[in-house]
């Protein structure tokens, strides 16, 4: 880039470092903050580290708690079988009820918190998983299991969108790749520890106790969020900077002598990008090292509705369009944005990848010559956990570190793909732990090598790769972040509601090497064809979609 020439603004492109001589030496001090926080102390960006900490844990115990209940029974399937008489397909089913529903409820669930705010979205999601809990506590029959699976999922739906909203409301950008992987990593350590939990309640007690176990805890986490979780959804008004050359587009030059001193304000907020008078940068916007975090919720903010104003007759119109946009939106960027398309691939086939090993894992250790009991199936989800725990170390603040670096060697600007080659060791852990799980169950390897190699590596990739490519496709369009979980959750969960129909069937028919490969193929296949694509490519697909009114959401 000449020095005298501004990059190409564009959404996903931003001016992240004041200093944009390409040098290695500066410190974390000179990261200007996207977005821009407000003067006001109750702005979520500026409140203290302690609260955004306290909001942060709050929903990581929502999304960890709602999510045990409804994925937790792959341990049960022979219990389940003998108490209502069912095919292990159909026991199956009780799985993949919740797990539809976890990511069409997404549809009401986004534009109600985009339209009345986070808080009560969640608060009345956590009643009705409290509710669906009791229920399946005390079930006596198939139908109504299914129909109590159903409601679980519903409200648990939240887990899937909420806390991706959160994060963008609270955290700037260069912090939220840590705090995306913090997200999948509470998700799926949801799914990993709940059949552990289930296995050895159902062993020791009863399958019933386990629901009233997850009761306890729904309702504990129902505590947290309606004490410590204010709203942290804000009406931001975009900053207004002086324009006295009246010079609009993507591509500008400006004075070198200015250039050389402090740089220049631009955002990518919007499609156009305005250059501005040049006083000084820090007059301009803020960086790390001028930013307080002083600020404490307001009053207000924790509200029951503290968006009431929504409610209000006059804003009857803009709520029926609220709506309507928050639905097609998600479809929209789904079938139209290849970035927002491919992230949900990415996460989809890694996630499932996971499912394939969770609904083989009774029909590979609950027979011969394993012969596992409930509680020791739930037990190989420990090395899940522990797959889990190195990509949550390991996933966000290396891609977070990755962008950064390239970003100063590009002269201070941030592309939204330069976290992508974070990726590749995750790719390769899908590949080994995939090979050693489909040949080992097919030869009958060793318990230890099955479960200690393979499930662990697998368990690192389904953290790493979902936070990265989210994080890539939040990158890039930044005012979407509900809408891009919706759209990766629908392609999530609905290619694993297909799988409990035929993956086991399949399983038994064909031995286990190739349904397993099939999902290795899928998940290293799509994230490497996106990664070479988007690499080169991805900027200009940004392009294509620069001018879309989705932007200004």
């Not at 840590?178 to 007690?205: D, E, R």
């Not at 919706?486 to 286990?512: C, E, H």
Request: charged letters at 10%; proline letters at 7%; glycine letters at 8%.
């Amino acid at each position: 880039m000449a020095e005298s020439e501004l990059p190409d603004i564009i959404p996903g492109t931003d001016i992240i470092f004041t200093d944009r001589d390409g040098s290695d030496n500066g410190a974390p001090s000179e990261v200007v903050l996207i977005p821009q926080p407000t003067s006001s102390p109750d702005d979520p960006l500026n409140w203290s580290v302690t609260w955004k900490a306290t909001i942060i844990f709050n929903q990581f115990i929502f999304v960890f708690v709602s999510i045990l209940t409804p994925m937790a029974i792959a341990p049960l399937s022979l219990i389940f079988e003998a108490e209502f008489n069912k095919t292990l397909p159909q026991v199956n089913m009780l799985f993949g009820a919740a797990a539809i529903t976890l990511g069409y409820s997404n549809f009401i669930i986004v534009p109600a918190a985009n339209l009345w705010g986070r808080r009560p979205v969640v608060l009345v999601c956590g009643i009705i998983c409290i509710l669906a809990n009791i229920w399946q506590a005390l079930v006596t029959s198939y139908p109504s299991f299914l129909g109590a699976r159903v409601i679980s999922g519903i409200g648990a739906g939240a887990n899937e969108s909420i806390m991706p909203m959160v994060v963008a409301d609270l955290l700037f950008q260069h912090q939220r790749g840590s705090s995306m992987a913090l997200y999948f990593w509470a998700y799926f350590l949801g799914l990993f520890i709940g059949p552990v939990i289930s296995g050895a309640i159902a062993s020791q007690i009863s399958w019933r106790w386990f629901f009233w176990v997850c009761t306890i805890l729904q309702g504990a986490s129902f505590i947290f969020l309606l004490v410590a979780h204010p709203e942290t959804k804000y009406d931001r008004p975009v900053p207004k900077v002086p324009d006295s050359r009246n010079a609009t587009g993507t591509n500008f030059r400006i004075p070198r002598a200015v250039e050389k001193n402090e740089g220049v304000t631009v955002s990518s907020s919007s499609s156009e990008a305005q250059l501005p008078q040049l006083p000084p940068l820090h007059q301009i916007l803020l960086t790390t090292a001028h930013h307080q975090t002083h600020g404490a919720p307001s009053r207000g903010q924790f509200s029951l509705l503290p968006m009431r104003k929504q409610l209000q007759p006059g804003h009857s119109r803009s709520v029926i369009t609220v709506l309507i946009r928050d639905v097609v939106s998600p479809l929209k960027i789904l079938v139209c944005y290849p970035i927002v398309l491919w992230a949900s691939l990415s996460m989809g086939f890694a996630a499932n990848s996971l499912l394939a090993l969770n609904l083989t894992s009774a029909q590979v250790f609950g027979a011969p010559p394993y012969l596992f009991t409930a509680d020791q199936i739930g037990f190989v989800n420990f090395a899940f956990v522990v797959g889990a725990i190195v990509a949550l170390v390991t996933a966000g603040p290396l891609s977070d570190r990755i962008a950064l670096r390239r970003a100063r060697a590009n002269g201070g600007v941030l592309e939204a793909e330069m976290r992508l080659p974070a990726l590749i060791p995750y790719l390769c852990a899908n590949v080994a732990g995939m090979v050693v799980v489909a040949v080992g169950c097919q030869r009958s390897w060793p318990w230890e090598v099955i479960v200690v190699v393979g499930y662990t590596l697998v368990g690192l990739q389904v953290v790493g790769i979902p936070a990265i490519a989210i994080a890539y496709a939040v990158d890039s369009y930044k005012t979407l972040p509900g809408e891009i979980m919706i759209a990766a959750t629908i392609v999530k969960n609905t290619f694993g509601f297909g799988m409990i129909f035929y993956f086991n069937d399949w399983a038994a028919q064909s031995g286990y090497i190739k349904p397993m490969l099939m999902m290795m193929a899928l998940t290293v296949g799509s994230s490497l064809l996106g990664l070479c694509v988007f690499a080169v490519y991805g900027k200009q697909f940004r392009r294509w979609t620069k001018d879309s009114k989705l932007h200004s959401l």
